[in-house]
């Protein structure tokens, strides 16, 4: 039975509470002004019913191709969907038979599981070691069985903002080979990254553009989560059965704002370079602000908006328990990190050490704007003791 978000629940709560929101991953500062104004231009000349644009899918092909070297053909190999969610649902639909096991890396984000069950498939998670998320090898190698069909890649990652490395893409690719299964990714964040690092994407290396599912949307890069346009990009196969479905389920995306895609698209790459050093300065900002009140920084994030940052040592509430009285003291919401964790990941070691650190972490969103993380850290900083640690500790 499908739950409620909890992600989600939580911005309702600081709607209702008046609380800051880091918790759900969108920005709270308006969207490129040239961007509104192509959307505002679509609405006003009467984009207003079920439509393709074919330009998006041209843009994408071109984009894919200075990116990553990759040929697509923009007529057969491209889906244009209602978000990356609605593309990554399509995939999932579209390639799994019932009982069908898809592995997943844990933590991570919530709706990869319910898609996959949904589509009648099994979620299989291997964990990836903290502090610093690493892929384990021999823990992917034990996770296949002969009824694994995909492995589910997010890269940069959501929640730890993990990139993965390209050894770590190499060996997942190597096991795709291995094992004949295709690969879905999810790349949302594929243009915010930090410190030198840049996306690479799976379906660059040798024999994997043939079995790889690329989906991606403009909602990150452009702040714009609202307004539903996303892809997928694979070979003429998959994207027709996406395609098939997304015409069965939504017909369309929103037509206006597919119209203001082809200005999002054709971006200079000083957008992206402004982009990344605006969250780079978030990241830094945000960081700062947590470890001087006594969280742990054992992971600097090289992508994605989010810092998943590890409660002290010394203190004794649980993940859960710190977030809910972190609402009701200081009015700033959070995320436990128990959301993105499942014991499944933990079969070989069920020790309280190895389950404790599922409900050590906390995810805050940096993609706010500098005047709501400045009134996030004065909330916090009004409740550190007397050595400057936050009393909730």
């Not at 479905?245 to 200005?263: C, G, M, N, R, Y």
């Not at 328990?321 to 070989?348: M, N, R, W, Y």
């Amino acid at each position: 039975m499908l739950t409620s978000s909890p992600i989600q629940q939580l911005s309702y709560l600081a709607e209702r509470c008046n609380a800051i929101n880091l918790a759900e991953g969108f920005p709270d500062f308006p969207a490129p002004s040239y961007l509104k104004d192509a959307a505002i231009s679509a609405i006003r000349s009467d984009f207003n019913q079920y439509r393709h644009v074919q330009g998006i899918c041209d843009y994408v092909a071109y984009q894919v191709k200075q990116m990553h070297g990759l040929d697509v053909d923009p007529l057969t190999d491209i889906v244009v969907c209602c978000g990356q969610s609605e593309a990554f649902a399509a995939a999932m639909f579209a390639i799994i038979n019932h009982g069908d096991e898809v592995i997943i890396f844990d933590p991570s984000y919530e709706t990869y599981e319910t898609c996959i069950r949904l589509a009648g498939g099994v979620p299989v998670y291997v964990a990836l070691d903290p502090p610093h998320w690493s892929l384990d090898p021999n823990k992917l190698a034990k996770s296949f069985t002969g009824r694994t069909k995909a492995i589910v890649l997010n890269s940069p990652h959501n929640p730890t903002g993990k990139v993965f490395t390209k050894d770590e893409l190499e060996i997942i690719a190597g096991a795709c080979r291995t094992w004949d299964i295709l690969a879905v990714t999810d790349e949302v964040y594929e243009h915010i990254t930090f410190d030198g690092e840049r996306h690479t994407s799976i379906a660059t290396f040798p024999g994997m553009q043939k079995r790889t599912i690329i989906t991606s949307s403009l909602s990150k890069s452009f702040s714009v989560t609202g307004w539903r346009i996303g892809w997928a990009i694979g070979p003429a196969c998959f994207a027709s059965a996406i395609r098939n479905i997304h015409v069965k389920i939504t017909d369309s995306a929103p037509a206006p704002f597919q119209e203001a895609a082809l200005t999002a698209l054709r971006s200079s790459p000083d957008y992206f370079d402004a982009l990344r050093q605006d969250y780079k300065s978030k990241r830094d900002y945000l960081t700062q602000v947590l470890t001087k009140i006594g969280f742990q920084v054992s992971f600097t994030p090289k992508g994605s908006f989010f810092l998943f940052m590890e409660l002290p040592r010394t203190c004794t509430r649980s993940d859960v328990d710190f977030v809910e009285q972190l609402i009701k003291q200081a009015g700033v919401v959070a995320v436990p990190g128990c959301v993105f964790f499942h014991t499944d990941s933990l079969k070989e070691d069920l020790s309280p050490t190895a389950i404790s650190y599922h409900r050590r972490y906390i995810r805050f969103a940096f993609c706010k704007s500098e005047e709501t993380l400045a009134a996030a850290s004065q909330k916090l900083t009004e409740l550190v003791d007397g050595s400057g640690r936050l009393e909730l500790f």
